[in-house]
């Protein structure tokens, strides 16, 4: 006599079999969203280290640009890296501006770095032609102006050590391009100051964050 297996036998070898099936299934609906998180890590990844990019080579603008105020470096000297730092920010910009998986964030963060491209790149520009610096002194004064309602609202909005770092850095920034125009467009005796403000930022705001942010050492 053949003997069939129970009913309630045949359910549990039924499940164990499929058991890998439903697995297997729950690993691929759970694929997608693992994919996305990887993408999305990656994607901040490259924003921070393009940030570190462009913040390292500020530093060192700022700095040169303050040395050559102070006479230490020759006119058509430092328009090399101001050309340099002036085309490599230029290009961060299109790049979170146009690039793949741009949005409005990096759209508005594109926006505000060209403000700083368009200073180095034109004071480039007049250093290699002589210009008096009146059209880059009132561009600075618009610089100043923007960057202050966004250091208020990035101050506002810090709930970090970042944040108020880079609260603090657009407040910065404001007081050093309202010292530009200041000296290239009211001729005030202010270069001295203006110079030791531009290495001190340079340092502060951007060769050490930028070298941090490279390093991996924040961010």
């Known amino acids: 006599m053949i003997r069939l297996p129970q009913p309630d036998r045949m359910a549990q070898d039924m499940d164990f079999a ?21 993408a999305d890590y990656k994607a901040r ?22 040395l050559w105020m102070l006479g230490r470096i020759g006119e058509r000297e430092i328009a090399v890296i101001n050309l340099f730092t002036g085309g490599l920010t230029l ?18 963060a594109a926006a ?29 004064l618009f610089v100043a102006i923007t960057a202050v309602p966004v250091a208020i609202d990035t101050l506002s909005s810090a709930s970090t050590l970042w944040g108020w770092w880079s609260g603090l ?30 290495i001190a930022q340079g340092v502060f705001t ?3 964050p930028g070298y941090l942010l490279l390093t991996g050492a924040i961010g």
Request: aromatic share 14%; net charge positive; hydrophobic share 55%.
């Open 18 to 38: 499929m058991a890998p099936i439903r697995r297997t299934r729950k690993c691929e609906h759970r694929r997608p969203l693992v994919y996305k998180l990887r």
């Open 45 to 66: 990844r490259e924003c921070v280290m393009l940030l570190g990019l462009s913040l390292f080579y500020v530093g060192a603008v700022l700095i040169l640009n303050g």
């Open 91 to 108: 290009l961060v910009s299109l790049k979170l501006a146009l690039g793949e998986g741009a949005d409005a964030e990096s759209i508005k």
């Open 112 to 140: 505000l770095s060209l403000l700083f491209s368009l200073t180095y790149l034109w004071f480039a520009f007049n250093r290699l032609s002589a210009a008096d610096g009146r059209g880059l002194g009132w561009f600075s």
């Open 169 to 198: 850095s657009w407040a910065a920034w404001a007081l050093l391009w309202l010292l530009f125009f200041v000296m290239l467009v009211l001729n005030k005796p202010v270069v001295r100051f203006t110079a030791a403000m531009a």
């Open 206 to 208: 951007g060769w050490l």
